[in-house]
């Protein structure tokens, strides 16, 4: 099946610094990637759909300053967390389109941001 | 405005015997419903779909269960086994697979030896 790779797997900045966070997809052109954040014990919260070629279109409530997101490739998207802070600690989780529009999305591993 | 609810957060079941897990929804304009498995510090592991042309779906020792008319979906698992103890995300989207999916609060299910 397809495969999402996302890196880093975990990270510990400290405050005031940025962080990239890359997603892979690696046998497949990923037109629509869409990242996720969860809090702990909390559900998968949608933060941007990001479109190849085009600006990221963020949900309501997510600062796209902060969180900048880049789809400049099919197979790679990114999120840079910029000037992180205590409160931006949180399991970041991509995912990619199918292609042709069928089935489900495939999921990253995600990545446990620390900021210290 | 949770889009997506499981009202459970947790459930405990025997091991052989069946879970059930049920999920409900608002947004009538959702056609295509998932169920993903998730441990912790992972990304979610995708179990079962169902189209909303559906009433139910199988494969293997997952089911799920599509009521459009109530806005209700119910993934049943028989047997239960220990492996299965995860959380389960109950998750809709309408459209494509372009189009986001919006994820349920999770239920945590333990399944005792």
């Known amino acids: 099946g397809a495969v999402v790779s996302q890196h880093p797997s975990r990270v510990i900045c400290k405050s005031g610094t940025s962080v990239k966070i890359e997603c892979r997809s690696l046998?497949?052109?990923?037109?629509?990637m869409f990242w996720y954040r969860q809090f702990p014990k909390q559900s998968l919260m949608l933060m941007a759909t990001?479109?190849?070629?085009?600006?990221?279109?963020?949900e309501q409530g997510v600062e796209k300053d902060k969180f900048l997101i880049n789809h400049a490739s099919l197979t790679l998207s990114t999120l840079t967390v910029t000037s992180a802070h205590p409160e931006d600690s949180s399991f970041y989780i991509c995912?990619?389109?199918?292609?042709?529009?069928?089935?489900?999305?495939?999921f990253g591993q995600g990545t446990r941001l620390t900021v210290v | 405005d949770q889009q997506v609810k499981q009202n459970s957060p947790s459930l405990s079941v025997q091991e052989g015997r069946i879970s059930i897990l049920n999920c409900d929804y608002t947004?009538?304009?959702?056609?295509?419903f998932l169920w993903y498995k998730k441990y912790p510090a992972e990304g979610p592991t995708f179990l079962i779909s169902?189209?909303?042309?559906?009433d139910k779906n199988e494969d293997g020792r997952f089911t799920v269960f599509l009521n459009k008319s109530a806005k209700h979906l119910s993934l049943h698992i028989v047997p239960s086994q220990p492996g299965d103890s995860a959380v389960y995300f109950c998750a809709a989207r309408r459209g494509t697979s372009y189009d986001k999916v919006i994820f349920g609060p999770g239920t945590s299910l333990s399944v005792i030896p």
């Open positions: 947004n009538s304009m959702f056609d295509y």
């Open positions: 046998d497949f052109q990923a037109t629509t």
């Open positions: 169902i189209s909303s042309i559906k």
């Open positions: 990001s479109n190849e070629g085009s600006k990221a279109t963020y």
């Open positions: 995912s990619a389109a199918s292609p042709g529009g069928w089935g489900e999305a495939f």
